[in-house]
């Protein structure tokens, strides 16, 4: 019965993991020398996060039924607003150009 | 020849031999994963070979090339161990595992070598083979109760130190190993 293992890859120290992949492995040892040649052995690895899928939790339903666009970043076309300052200030992109 | 130069031989051809065998399974291996871990199993064997060879060739005023590839079936060194061609899975396995015992007691010795270059050699390979073992050891745990592969450690353990002669398999193996270096024309190179 083989596994999928998701892997997870830190090129350098201190930076954060990052997905690389997965490799199918019947344990936990045959999934730590499949990852080590699929994503370790050219040097391109600091270090691996070798994980079951199955050990992760996925959640990929994010319910918004009153539209509380306020709680999003999107909730505010700042653009518009920026370009309405600007010109209140005198300091629009042309003008800058200008000095 | 010097006693070093023909020490390096040996090694070099069972490492080049057997990382050829090994590649035999790239592309047809169990599962694709393995298939990577073995093809990179091989490639490893033959840079080490490669390594080998340019020592011994230093000694011998040749190159690692000539080697390799020049000399007749007969000369190569290397155990009967390496030189058969094993289609099934669980005898590669039964070779890859009773060679990396084999290869793990040379190299310690190797390491304590006066020999600096010798010494120094011998622990960047063993470095290297230590995922082998670490691989071969993972599939011994797997495959130790069934009965084909323990017919296999059974049937292949009294080659590995066998190095009188070779098997039928070698020369063929060797036809294919060198015929593109056979084939270039005299007076021109590659």
């Known amino acids: 019965m083989t596994t999928i293992w998701e892997v997870f890859r830190q090129e350098r120290r201190g930076q954060p993991f990052q997905h690389a992949g997965s490799v199918q492995a019947p344990d936990e040892r045959f999934a730590e020398a499949y990852a080590r040649e699929q994503y370790g052995r050219r040097g391109e690895s600091q270090a691996l996060w070798v994980v079951p899928r199955d050990s992760i939790l996925r959640i990929e339903e994010f319910v918004d039924e009153l539209n509380r666009n306020y709680h999003r970043v999107d909730g505010y076309p700042l653009k518009e607003k920026l370009k309405e300052a600007r010109e209140r200030a005198g300091t629009s992109r042309a003008a800058a150009g200008d000095r | ?190």
Not at chain 2, 20 to 47: C, H, K, M, Y
Not at chain 2, 56 to 74: H, K, M, N, Q
Not at chain 2, 100 to 116: F, G, N, P, Q, T
């Open chain 2, 1 to 190: 020849m010097q006693a070093r130069a023909e020490l390096l031989l040996e090694i070099a051809d069972d490492e080049l031999i057997l990382g050829w065998r090994d590649s035999e399974w790239t592309g047809v291996a169990p599962l694709l994963e393995e298939d990577v871990a073995f093809s990179s199993i091989a490639q490893n064997e033959i840079g080490h070979a490669r390594a080998l060879y340019e020592l011994a060739a230093r000694d011998l005023g040749t190159s690692a090339d000539e080697l390799a590839f020049d000399r007749r079936p007969e000369e190569y060194r290397c155990s009967e161990l390496v030189d058969r061609r094993l289609p099934e899975w669980e005898r590669t396995i039964a070779r890859h595992v009773l060679y990396e015992r084999a290869d793990a007691e040379r190299l310690e010795r190797l390491k304590a070598s006066e020999d600096d270059e010798v010494a120094g050699l011998a622990a960047k390979i063993d470095r290297e083979e230590a995922y082998h073992r670490l691989h071969a050891e993972m599939w011994h745990e797997r495959l130790k109760e069934e009965p084909r592969y323990r017919a296999a450690l059974e049937e292949l353990r009294p080659l590995v130190d066998r190095r009188d002669g070779h098997s039928p398999d070698l020369t063929a193996l060797w036809e294919e190993m060198t015929s593109v270096r056979r084939s270039q024309p005299a007076g021109t190179t590659w």
